[in-house]
Every structure is written in C-alpha cells, then in structure tokens.
C-alpha cells in the first residue's frame, strides 16, 4: 500500500504524530491541521461524479461495533469504501460475544485473517486504547463508553471551520449532558486545541465533578449562556447512561426541555445569528424543536456530511503509518 503515490491528495512527507486514534487529548495541533487539510481534499473528491480513489485498496479494514451507532458507523464504512478498502463489519449482537467469548479473542479472531485496521466502538472507557496495546492493527476509537468519540470532536471543529470560517476565538457552548457525554470531553479536547473559548451549560448533576480541571467556563442558565456564544453545541441526553437503577439526574424530559432544550422562541430571543449543532441522534423536543433543528442557522446535517471527509482523512494518515514489510 502507498497513499502517497495513489492519492490524489498531495502531503509530502507531512505525517500524523501518532499510529493510532485513540482520543483528541493525543493529538497535537499540527495533527488537527494536517487532519484538517487532508479532509479538504476528500471533501473535493467527494463533490466529484466518481467520488472514489484507489488511496487504501490494499488494505483490509474492520469495523467492529459492540454498542449501537447509525451516524459514525454508516460514515466509517462510507469512508472506507470510498478510499477502496476492503471492508468487514461485525456488531457483538449475533457474535460469539454473547457466548463468553472475552474482547481481545474476539478481536486477534478478526486480526487473524490479516485485517490493517480496526474501528471500534465499545462501551467500555479505555477499550480501544487496550486494544492499541494488545492487537497488531492500527486502531480507531470510534466512542468508547463515557470517555472519547475524537472523530465526532474533528468533524464538529471541521464544521465550524467551514461555517465561520475560523475555530480560533470562537465562542462555542456546549450544553446539556456533559457527564456522560465522550462527545463533550472530545470537543473540549479539540476546540482548545484549535483556540476556541469553550463554555458548558446544564444541570448541575450533568456536569462532571472535575470540571474546573477542564479549564472551561460554566453557566447554568440556558438564556444567559446563549447570549455569550457564537456557536451552541446541544447535546443529547443520554438516557441509557443515566445509571442502573433507572434514576436520571433531572426531574423529568419536560423539565429539561424547559430549562435546557433550545425552541425558536428561546432561539429567537437571543437576538443573533448562533450556529446550532448536536451531535445526533437528536431527541427532537428535547435538546433541540424541529423548527430549531431545521433551522438555516442549523449545521447538523453539515456535520454529518463532513464526517465523510473527516474520517477518510483519519484513515489515510493512519494508513501511511503502516510499517511496510518487504516483499
Ligand atoms: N454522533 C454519533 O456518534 O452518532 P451515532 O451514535 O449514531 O454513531
């Protein structure tokens, strides 16, 4: 395999600073930028008729889910294809999983018939930097548990970039269910990096313990929080993280709807064009309305579409990495 030599996308010796994507906190600024580029070119490939190029044809990738996924999973697999990799999925549903069988069998199973890479979502924090250790793949997190979700962070700062032209000194909110949120601490992770100002908003008991370790700012009412930023990140509220015994952190949906889900009047009140952003899948009436999420000023589906870019990019410097063995 030789990216260099088949892509389309020039590079130079220019490469990723780590062999795997494991979370944003490894990455340096210079990877984020080189990240960035990289997805600018793909993006062009991608507006293309023939939206495909030979860049991975050599290379075997596993997408291996053991938690659901529409957005990321259906994006990797695009992106994959759309670089000409050979692709094999496996969800843990159906799997010898549920016979007993532990992660890193299930995985050298897999490595075994010569799989390059792995993306994995797992719902487990550390499960795809364990797999780094033990597995001879490159690895991708694709979210694990309450801890990373770095290609949601890229394609988030990716898609700011895009609408306003500049991540430097913006003002992002992020507002909602931070404490069990990957997509949260990610962002956080990336929009420093990148020199945002960054703010988080919501209930007090879905903020984490160690939020002022963050270096972020907190505000608790949605009104205020709103008339700071330039840009509102709205997450979702992650019921099934809500703990075992069925007890969630807030009243009720409609409290919270009330008090952090962001409608047109509230949306209107603010007096300012806010960019509006969720990382999906959107309890619609909850985190956002309809007319909120479907609003002109709403990039979700952008952030969707960039994901393609993001992640082809992320494949192909991972897949430069790989050490060559002569033949
Ligand atoms: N944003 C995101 O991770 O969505 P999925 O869970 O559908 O992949």
Redesign the pocket.
Known sequence: MSPANTNPIALGSESLSVDHLLGIKDLTRADIDLIFRTADGFKEVLGRPIKKVPSLRDITIANLFF?????????FELAEKRLSADVVNFSSSGSSVSKGETLIDTVNNILAMKVDMVVM?HPDPGAAMFLARHARARILN??DGTHE?PT?ALLDAYSIREKLGRVKGVKVLIVGDVLHSR?ALSNIFCLQKLGSEVMLCGPRTLMPRHIRALGVRFEDDLDKALGWCDVANML?IQLERQGGDGIASFPSLREYAMLYGLNLSRYRRIGKDVVVMH???INRGVEVSSEVADHANSIILDQVENGVAIRMAVLYLLAARIPRTAV
Do not use: C, D, Y
């Open positions: 938690e659901s996924s529409t957005r990321t999973r259906v994006s979502r694709a979210g979700h949601q997509v979702r990382p999906g899948p």
